[in-house]
């Protein structure tokens, strides 16, 4: 498994940004995927998570109508698409595939300041 996260960067508060995470080693199509974050000091959380063929998405409460994630299978990659940030919502941002819980890739930065 081998899992790469980039589009993270710096980003003003009410800004845009869209993460990618491409995968390899496993047959993606057929596992859910998620994306994770952990701020400085803070434990590990679930942000969003996506079903196998995309058809289901499930989001923490405090991300819900700002995030999206989404996953093309041709590309093995899958995406947080994250609109009005938050100054909360910077932390390092993580994949996980549901084909090896434990494997966590090198993550993205995103840091919302003014």
């Known amino acids: 498994v081998q899992l790469v996260e980039s589009g993270g960067g710096l980003v003003q508060p009410g800004g845009s940004l869209r993460l990618s995470c491409a995968a390899s080693?496993?047959?993606?199509?057929?596992?859910?995927m998620s994306w994770y974050r952990q701020a400085p000091g803070k434990e590990r959380e679930l942000v969003a998570g996506i079903s196998s063929t995309g058809a289901y998405t499930n989001y923490v409460q405090s991300v819900k109508g700002r995030f999206t994630i989404s996953r093309d299978n041709a590309k093995n990659t899958v995406y947080l698409q994250m609109n009005s940030l938050k100054p909360e919502d910077t932390a390092v941002y993580y994949c996980?595939?549901?084909?090896?819980?434990?494997?966590w890739g090198q993550g993205t930065q995103v840091t919302v300041s003014s």
């Open positions: 080693g496993f047959t993606f199509s057929s596992y859910y």
């Open positions: 996980n595939t549901a084909a090896r819980r434990d494997y």
